[in-house]
């Protein structure tokens, strides 16, 4: 268990309260069976030795003694989420986004004018070369993740990268490899795993409220949503896959984050590819051109079934586009031998005095600071440890990419 989980289960904490205010009770015989060494999968058989390698001040003792008043990022790619990098960055008193790369002029121009971003350059080598620039922050199609931020952490970089954190495993090893190397801080930003939602819902995990965690499904499914057919989304060659990369990874990485387990034995995955290459299911995100003569060739749907190494299961769903009932679910459903939750919205599963209990659950305030920006930069300050570790994001990866495999054989990847 790492310092900070530890910290964590110290720590008083505030019961649940159902939305009819009544406290939920958390049996300290089961609280303190959890917090004991029994089913303590907080390590997850991830070798954390990455996170904690990690000293903030190592950074700047390069240039000083004292950390800078104002950490300075610079921000590449201006598109659909680069627009709430730098949003994001803007919150946190010692952050400035002092430079943008993009290669669109117009949505660099729109941006850096937006933002107010003093530079704007297109290629992003340029920034790379710059002493002052101490974070790179990267929004850009998914097959730049992995070479960008190599260049990045090689340059001397902090980097906060968005997801998926690469198109294969072997070049997300790299990324964990080269960032541990020079102790640069190296973040995938699952934003989803920040959530009050996702947080409380942890709580309850650690502080035994489930007992025994010991199957999950989680799943991101949208009736229309592939993010714009045309678009370097859905093509093999730019995305490295396609809803699973996409959104499958936030699916897999809260549950994962949730059961405390990241490494998995085997997987087995099917892919689909009904609506894309038919033209349906078309969504609205991003700003990346389009054009309709390229082809669709990821999948728009996928269905895996991965076993952890301790044993336990969870079924991860991804769809882009599919005929159901809701217009979009991203939801987690956690099994335990004493209760069950799901969100959204948080709920908890369990008998009670009156019968079986269906109750709402008030998220607490989270410990962690929603904004991951805003995160990031408290981490280089040393005012947080980091949330979202590389391996745990490489065992993602592994995962997403056994399932394509699994898809491609018909067989179940082991994985070592
Ligand atoms: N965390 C999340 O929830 C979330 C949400 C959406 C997208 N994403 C991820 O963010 C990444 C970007 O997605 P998006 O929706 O912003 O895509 P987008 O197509 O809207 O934007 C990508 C931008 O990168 C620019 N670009 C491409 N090559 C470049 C280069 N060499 N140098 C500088 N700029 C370059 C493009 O011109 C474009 O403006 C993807 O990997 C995606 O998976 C994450």
Known sequence: MSGADMRNH????????????????VSPLVARRHCGVRNDYSNGGVDRSDASDWRPPAFF??????????????VIGA???????????????????????????????????????????????????????H?????????????????????????M???????????????????????????????????????????????GVLGDVYHAKTAWVRRSGIPRIGSWFTQTKFAGGGCTYDIGVHALDRCLYLMGEFDAAAVSGQTY????????????????EIDPKRPFDVDDLSVALIKLKSGRTVLLEASWAAHQAEPDFNGTQLFGTEAGLVFPPL????????????????????????????????CLLGKAEPFVKPAESLAVQKILDAIYRSAKTGREVRLK
Do not use: C
């Open 161 to 207: 990268l968005d997801k998926p954190m690469a198109t294969n495993a072997r070049d997300a090893a790299k990324l964990v490899a080269e960032a541990k190397q020079r102790k640069r801080l190296l973040m995938v930003g699952q934003n989803i795993r920040f959530t009050p939602e996702v947080q409380t819902a942890r709580k309850l995990v650690q502080d």
């Open 273 to 288: 590819a009904q609506f894309g290459p038919r033209g349906r299911g078309d969504g609205s995100w991003g700003k990346s």
């Open 135 to 159: 974070v790179v922050s990267i929004a850009l199609p998914n097959y730049l993740h992995a070479p960008v931020a190599l260049a990045a952490l090689k340059a001397g970089k902090h980097v």
């Open 347 to 378: 709920r908890l599963f369990r008998p009670g005095r009156h019968g079986y209990a269906n109750e709402l659950v008030t998220l607490d305030a989270p410990a962690v600071n929603p904004n991951r920006m805003v995160h990031f930069i408290d």
């Open 79 to 133: 598109g659909a989420i680069g627009l709430d990098h730098l949003a994001s960055f803007k919150q946190h008193p010692s952050a400035r986004v002092v430079a943008l790369a993009e290669v669109s002029p117009e949505r660099g121009r729109e941006a850096a004018d937006r933002f107010n971003v003093p530079e704007l350059v297109t290629d992003y080598r340029v920034l790379l070369g710059r002493d002052d620039i």
């Open 61 to 74: 003792r390069m240039k000083s003694s004292r950390p800078p008043s104002l950490i300075n990022v610079a």
């Open 10 to 25: 110290l720590r008083a904490r505030r019961n649940p309260v159902s939305s009819r205010g009544r406290a939920l009770p």
